[in-house]
């Protein structure tokens, strides 16, 4: 039965699957490694300094969408950079939260890290399609945008401890369907792409926590 062709096929796929996710959890552990680098790097920064990172990190994963059609070695370069300048751009509130009260940092992590690990592996393991899911949380997400706009003209009582718990339920479905998008996956010049989803999951997770934990100060 093992030397069967269907046999091996499976055995291939299953491998395959594997070297997947194991590349682009590698991918997302050194794009983590690079923002702390240019968290560190950037802590001086002003907050304009900020804004630009964004914008121009953004600019790069827009570009690394293309560039992982044609070659993933650049694709891991503009993850590398993308994680940089995330890190600087995250550099002054970061900052803000070490020298006040760090331990909101520490506890939005530890939380962070639970969360991901939950839902990372509902989406991985499940068997049902959540494609449907995915596509729900995004057009969701786009009207938490809208809600985020109207919080900073309009004040909403607890507005931004709605505006966080909202978010963790909506980052629930996405994760869950960039996970099941990694195990569904077979091709394995996707890895820089999936590595940054996944990575965005857990940075943006990770703010809504520290908003949850700060009583919403930020």
């Known amino acids: 039965m093992y030397s069967t062709p269907a046999y091996q096929g499976f055995a291939s796929s299953r491998d395959q699957t594997a070297t997947l996710f194991g590349q682009t959890m590698g991918l ?22 900020g804004i630009v990172a964004w914008i121009v990190a953004f600019v790069i994963l827009m570009v690394m969408r293309f560039a992982a059609r044609k070659s993933p070695v650049a694709a891991t370069v503009l993850l590398v950079i993308f994680g940089i300048l995330l890190g600087v751009a995250s550099a002054p509130t970061l900052y803000w939260y070490a020298t006040t009260d760090p331990s909101i940092l520490w506890q939005a992590g530890g939380a962070t890290a639970l969360f991901i690990a939950a839902f990372g592996a509902v989406g991985y393991l499940t068997r049902r399609d959540l494609s449907v899911v995915y596509r729900i949380s995004f057009f969701a997400l786009l009207a938490l ?74």
């Open 28 to 49: 997302v552990a050194l794009t983590a490694a690079v923002f702390a680098a240019g968290a560190y790097a950037g802590r001086n920064l002003s907050e304009a300094a």
């Open 145 to 218: 945008l809208v809600f985020g706009i109207v919080l900073i003209f309009v004040h909403i009582p607890h507005g931004s401890l709605i505006y966080a718990i909202l978010g963790l339920v909506i980052f629930a479905g996405i994760t869950m369907g960039d996970f099941q998008r990694l195990r569904r996956s077979k091709d394995m010049s996707s890895a820089p792409l999936i590595a940054a989803s996944i990575f965005l999951d857990i940075l943006n997770v990770f703010w809504f926590f520290l908003r949850i934990f700060s009583g919403g100060r930020d």
